[in-house]
């Protein structure tokens, strides 16, 4: 029996066991007042029926790997793979894969030696995970079902339950932030063991390559994270802000304040598609379509260095990708404005442009600048377009038409491929997300506490 199969037979069982409460209930009724309707009975049973099996597949689920490759090991087949740490990985992930038809045999002959081995223990775990949360379901519904009668506070008990339920959504928010905190935490403390924290805060110089054997020629690596941090806040926060602020801002002035309903109806939600194309879609326009543009441009003007992948062309197109987030923020911050206010202003004299730029945009101020900065939060854990678009290089330079790179574009790279997970090569991808992280998260926080600084409440 497949997990699978198990959560099919508990979805069955909770349904079935709610339309007994409900049947149940629904005779009691008549001729006797019930403090809470049939429907509460049967969503009461159906709760206690589903939830603790799911939550108990749910925990199984990640468990039973764990269970499944200690056994797998412990068998002869298990016992006779080589001792090496990412070899006998890569047998047991061939093994895996066979076992679940994803591929027929693998490069090792032993991986289809031990698929059969590693099929039947899976199978047998699963079985065993799926029998018991099927038995808890079945408990959960009989002791749901003996509390059914007509004083009983179904009501009561099915908000309560919603209540954890909605509880436990909120947590997985959180818990989910603590995690990747944590992982993070952990892996950069590791790299700034190997890595002084010194070099890696305020060194100029990036490059991570590192001899990965003691045996092997290579370069001891420069770990100075300052032109990768100014490539993400000269692309993200200059360049694509100097495009989307203007045009985002304006565009939510012209469509709250000078377009017809008709007008606005059919071009606001055409603007709203640019946050919606991948930015898969945006690279690939930045790279082919852009840049040699901005190039060509360059070199018109005499700049002799103008590269084919430059900071201008990954901004300019990141600053077209974002003018949505400006433009809706700014959109409901304007239209929140009281009319009444828009009315006194031009009863005193004030004409349309007066009122919205002395009036209006003062008055949206915080909702504007709120969007804007998260807006610059979306625009530096940009990936594929700086990739595409902007180049590899790390160069610390003010020159828009030069090549620059930046820390989510350095995150990949060094991250892609099979990775020693003990060199500071590959620990610096952990430490640059940490602190870009930190950064997002500064922004963020900047962005709420300005909102409700100087927020406004109208009548």
């Known amino acids: 029996m497949s997990l699978t199969l198990a959560l099919a037979a508990i979805l069955l069982a909770a349904a079935a066991a709610a339309w007994i409460g409900y049947s149940r209930v629904r005779n009691l009724r008549s001729g006797t007042r019930l403090h809470s309707l049939p429907i509460y009975h049967a969503f009461y049973v159906a709760l206690w029926t589903a939830v603790p099996a799911l939550l108990l597949l749910a925990v199984w689920a990640p468990i039973q790997g764990q269970l499944v490759q200690s056994a797998v090991i412990a068998t002869p087949q298990g016992q006779s793979l080589p001792d090496s740490g990412i070899q006998r990985e890569s047998i047991i992930q061939e093994a895996r894969e066979i076992a679940a038809g994803q591929r027929e045999t693998g490069f090792n002959p ?105 045996d092997q020629a290579g370069s001891s690596g420069a770990f100075g994270s300052i032109p990768l941090f100014w490539g993400t806040i000269f692309i993200g926060a200059i360049i694509a802000m100097i495009v989307a602020i203007p045009l985002g801002l304006m565009s939510a002035i012209f469509l709250t304040q000078y377009a017809p309903a008709r007008m606005r109806s059919w071009m606001k939600p055409l603007l709203e598609i640019l946050a919606g194309v991948p930015t898969v879609v945006y690279g690939y326009f930045a790279a082919l379509t852009v840049a040699p543009m901005i190039r060509d441009f360059g070199l018109t003007l005499g700049v002799s260095n103008a590269s084919s992948e430059s900071a201008l062309a990954a901004g300019l197109v990141m600053g077209i990708m974002i003018i949505p987030f400006v433009s809706s923020m700014s959109d409901d911050s304007i239209a929140a404005v009281p009319q009444a206010m828009r009315d006194g202003s031009l009863a005193m004299g004030a004409t349309k442009s007066e009122t ?102 109208y009548e």
């Open 110 to 214: 032993q991986s289809s030696e031990l698929a059969p081995v590693y099929a039947s223990t899976q199978a047998r775990y699963s079985t065993a995970g799926g029998l018991v949360a099927i038995m808890v379901a079945l408990l959960g519904a009989f002791f749901a079902l003996r509390r059914l009668g007509v004083e009983f506070r179904a009501r009561n008990s099915v908000e309560r339950w919603m209540m954890a339920l909605l509880l436990g959504a909120s947590l997985v928010a959180v818990l989910t932030t603590l995690g990747i905190v944590l992982s993070l935490m952990f892996e950069s403390l590791r790299f700034f063991s190997m890595v002084a924290p010194s070099e890696f805060l305020f060194g100029t110089q990036w490059s991570p390559q590192t001899a990965i054997r003691a």
């Open 356 to 457: 919205i730029r002395k009036v209006v945009l003062p008055a949206a101020l915080p909702g504007v600048v709120g969007g804007i900065l998260l807006a610059v939060s979306r625009a530096i854990g940009e990936t594929m377009i700086v990739v595409m678009a902007a180049g590899l290089a790390a160069n610390l330079t003010a020159n828009p038409f030069a090549s620059v790179t930046t820390v989510t574009t350095q995150i990949v790279q060094l991250l892609t491929g099979d990775q020693e997970f003990d060199s500071p090569k590959t620990l610096a991808a952990f430490a640059l997300g940490l602190v870009l992280f930190l950064i997002t998260l500064v922004l963020n926080l900047i962005a709420l506490s300005f909102v409700r600084r100087y927020r406004e409440a």
